[in-house]
């Protein structure tokens, strides 16, 4: 009918409360930590900020580290509306068969039954 619908992001950008957050720049930075072997770094629905940040983390083998050691590790390299506010820790992280991360399986879960607009 002439429409054209996005069903996944244009940009991989979160806008938390007005500021722009670039998921690379924390991926970047946490994949730092020793006890993280993959990192995935999207947004989540916020009322009050329209969207927060989320890191999905596979934790290096024999690692054990908790959501609260991350958080300081990244609250000492980055911004703070940059830090995650939760930590999700997974398996593995879900890619096509070339490899490319498929952030939208990750944030699907937290999107489902929201009305959201694409950035």
Known sequence: DGFVFLTD???DMIVSGGENVYPAEIENALSLHPAIADIAVIGVPDDRWGETVKAVVVKADGADVTPEEIMAFARERLAGFKCPRSID???VLPRNPSG????RELREPYWKDRERNIN
Not at 100 to 103: I, P, V
């Open 100 to 103: 490319k991360l498929l952030k």
């Open 9 to 11: 992001r244009v940009k």
């Open 89 to 91: 820790f997974i398996d």
